[in-house]
């Protein structure tokens, strides 16, 4: 009978832990506070643990758990006086936002975050996924940062800013006070979040064509260089006229439905490649066209947290569609958000679990270009005779070049069932976008690029050879074979286990 009684209690265990993660079956044992119980426990742990989370091929399944979401969001607004990307911020015309999800039930907690900044790089990008990790209880493999790259607004890396602190130039790159406070606020929102997350049921999946936004930035002549470069407003009118070019003219969506509330999801997910300027370098704070289109989802959807990503944006911009007069920045915003409204339209639902999410990581080392070296960017940095300006893009290059020796870049990919969202650094150029599309023509493949911006600009090998603002020394700090780098490493990360099987 003792034995009978034993076995029974076994198979509790086992039960147990497909409700209940580790700490919380560790902390029901203490307070029963059986011997015999706690014995079994820890002759049977390892046991238990595979059956309750076994790895298969890279990923961590999870057996009949219901995959959680908790949505985040704080204020991301700099005060006046405080430096922005071309000026100070003399007025605010709207506020900035950092938003976000956490996904929780499969394995430790996934964290994704955007901010409405122009750029989080080298230690500002680790000390945002620090904070947010150590907030969400997981790790910063874990978490993905990205900007939606506004120009007008603040950037935040504290390896430049310390550079140019050292040459008495401090404060005038960054508020370093005003990103600390914002990354701590991040963090806050993340930590009172996770006490209180709502089971997702159903995923849905959509995607709408964009019209007139979006156009490439770099117009070829017949010699197969860079003639023009149709910049976010343009009046060139040969650069308008010039046909829109290589762009991904689809918003993508992804949206989150929870058992309690079917008819509304708790948090949307959108991904859209352009440069998101309609105006700008005039001292006028503001989300610009993404954030207002952003609010038109909001509007739809009261109740529900939206978070927008630029995609594989570097080379795509509102060029062909823009001005730059203050009036075209509503139009902007329409036509970008129907398109948003139109994929919420479009949603396909299908059911989802723990089991269906996967976190892959890929660590790649991106290779500076030749023409950066430590001894010439310090004799810049230190020299006084040379403008501000150019000690400021000295400091960038400087840590870039340190960080991309010292270690390597992180690149992730979230996998829903069969959407695969990839998270990738740097002012990417659309070209990688549509190649991850390709890579997996029978699945659902969206983008979030503008992680760690540290590298600024990155191309494809051929776009180094075509000129262009895009590609230069002072723009793109990564050397043309990046693309070697980047595309592998993208491949891996949609490959799936489940292939061929």
Request: proline share 6%; aromatic share 8%.
């Amino acid at each position: 009978m003792q034995r009978f009684v034993r076995s029974q209690a076994v198979v509790a265990f086992l039960l147990l832990l497909r409700r209940f993660d580790a700490w919380s079956l560790c902390t029901l044992v203490v307070r029963k506070g059986c011997p015999w119980v706690n014995r079994a426990f820890l002759l049977l742990l390892p046991l238990l643990a595979l059956a309750g989370a076994m790895p298969m091929g890279g990923r961590t399944v999870v057996a009949d758990e219901a995959l959680k979401i908790a949505t985040f969001e704080t204020d991301a607004t700099p005060p006046l006086g405080s430096p922005c990307a071309y000026r100070l911020a003399e007025r605010i015309l709207d506020p900035l936002r950092c938003r976000g999800i956490v996904l929780l039930g499969s394995g430790r907690p996934i964290v994704l975050c955007a901010v409405d900044w122009i750029g989080i790089g080298n230690e500002g990008y680790d000390a945002w996924r620090t904070a947010l990790a150590q907030a969400a209880g997981t790790t910063t493999e874990r978490v993905a940062v990205h900007v939606l790259h506004q120009h007008d607004a603040p950037f935040c890396d504290f390896t430049s800013e310390r550079l140019l602190a050292e040459q008495g130039l401090g404060g005038r790159f960054m508020d370093v006070a005003f990103a600390q406070r914002v990354i701590q606020q991040a963090a806050q929102a993340v930590r009172r979040a996770v006490q209180k997350p709502r089971a997702v049921a159903q995923l849905g999946l959509g995607q709408a064509r964009v019209e007139k936004v979006a156009s490439n930035r770099r117009i070829l002549g017949p010699d197969g260089k860079v003639k023009y470069v149709r910049f976010s407003s343009c009046r060139e009118p040969a650069a308008i006229a010039a046909p829109e070019g290589t762009i991904d003219p689809y918003v993508k969506m992804i949206a989150f439905f929870a058992n309690e509330q079917p008819e509304q999801p708790v948090a949307v997910l959108s991904y859209y490649a352009t440069h998101p300027q309609s105006y700008y370098r005039q001292g006028d704070v503001s989300a610009d066209f993404v954030g207002m289109a952003r609010d038109m989802l909001d509007a739809r959807l009261p109740g529900c947290l939206n978070v927008h990503f630029d995609g594989a944006g570097g080379n795509v911009a509102a060029g062909k569609y823009n001005d730059g007069s203050k009036a075209n920045r509503p139009v902007l915003a329409r036509r970008l958000g129907k398109g948003l409204l139109d994929a919420y339209e479009n949603l396909k639902r299908v059911p989802i679990s723990a089991a269906d999410v996967e976190w892959r990581v890929r660590k790649v080392w991106l290779p500076p270009r030749d023409t950066l070296d430590r001894q010439t960017l310090r004799k810049q940095l230190t020299n006084a005779s040379l403008s501000e300006d150019q000690r400021r893009r000295a400091a960038r290059q400087l840590a870039f070049l340190q960080r991309a020796e010292e270690k390597p870049f992180e690149l992730s990919c979230l996998r829903l069932g069969t959407a695969y969202v990839l998270h990738m650094p740097g002012e990417l150029f659309v070209e990688y976008q549509l190649a991850a599309q390709k890579m997996r023509p029978d699945g659902f493949v969206a983008m979030a690029a503008y992680g760690d911006y540290s590298p600024g600009y990155i191309g494809t090998e051929i776009a180094y050879s075509q000129g262009g603002y895009e590609t230069g020394p002072n723009a793109s700090l990564t050397a043309p074979r990046v693309e070697h780098v980047l595309m592998p490493a993208m491949a891996e990360l949609l490959q799936d286990d489940r292939d061929g099987r």
